[in-house]
């Protein structure tokens, strides 16, 4: 399996260099140009996990040490940031809160079983991440429906809660599991604008029925 690692541009490049990044050869998929220097160059889209936009890379044919145990295209971008190469998949574990458990036990002990269940798959270093929307002491997931994440947002409306995100790394003989806490205090919310916010598709699949990073960052009043 061919992968792209993001590496940065070799120094003395010549004077035209910019003229021959532009030239189109073969390369991975659409999603790349390769230049003539060898250069695997940025298209007007890009797959998460293998192409950081703005970045040459180059292409080789040695497999990442690491894979993320996600399917989240944020958690994507954040590795694209730090110009990492890595592997990404989702896994399948049951999520369910148990009796009596926290919510930062909870988004611990999943994150560091969404790695365990990625090792039985992948070899090199497993990272793997479990985030919850936390009101008080009620855990707020992801909606089920319209009606499910309208009644979030209304009631984080005008209201402070918590962002907890269990982190755990799993590598040969080794694991490593941390927990990131942050206060939220969102404004109120119309109920038209949960709405609207609902239609933008952004709420689906996300804990509290937002994307901080988002469309909803509109709703934060302080952090």
Not at 29 to 37: D, F, K, P, W
Request: charged residues 20%; hydrophobic residues 40%.
């Amino acid at each position: 399996m061919t992968y792209v690692s993001s590496l940065a541009v070799p120094t003395g490049l010549p004077k035209n260099a910019d003229k021959e990044r532009m030239s189109a050869g073969p390369c991975r998929n659409s999603h790349y140009r390769m230049g003539s220097r060898g250069f695997c160059l940025q298209s007007n889209s890009f797959v998460p996990g293998h192409y950081k936009p703005g970045t040459p890379t180059i292409v080789n044919n040695s497999a990442p040490m690491l894979h993320l145990a996600s399917a989240s295209a944020r958690r994507a971008h954040l590795l694209d940031a730090l110009g990492v190469t890595y592997t990404m998949g989702g896994m399948d574990i049951d999520e369910s809160r148990r009796p009596g458990e926290t919510a930062a036990t909870m988004v611990t002990r999943l994150a560091a079983g969404k790695a365990a269940a990625a090792r039985a798959q992948y070899t090199g270093a497993i990272l793997a991440a479990d985030t919850a929307v936390v009101l008080e002491d009620t855990v707020l997931g992801k909606p089920r429906d319209q009606q499910d994440a309208i009644g979030m947002l209304g009631q984080l409306s005008g209201r402070r809660h918590e962002v907890m995100t269990g982190v755990a790394l799993l590598w040969d003989g080794g694991e490593r599991v941390v927990l990131s806490t942050t206060e939220v205090r969102f404004r109120e919310i119309d109920p038209d604008e949960a709405l609207a916010y609902w239609h933008s598709g952004e709420p689906r699949g996300k804990a509290g029925a937002y994307a901080i990073q988002g469309l909803a960052g509109a709703f934060v009043e302080s952090i």
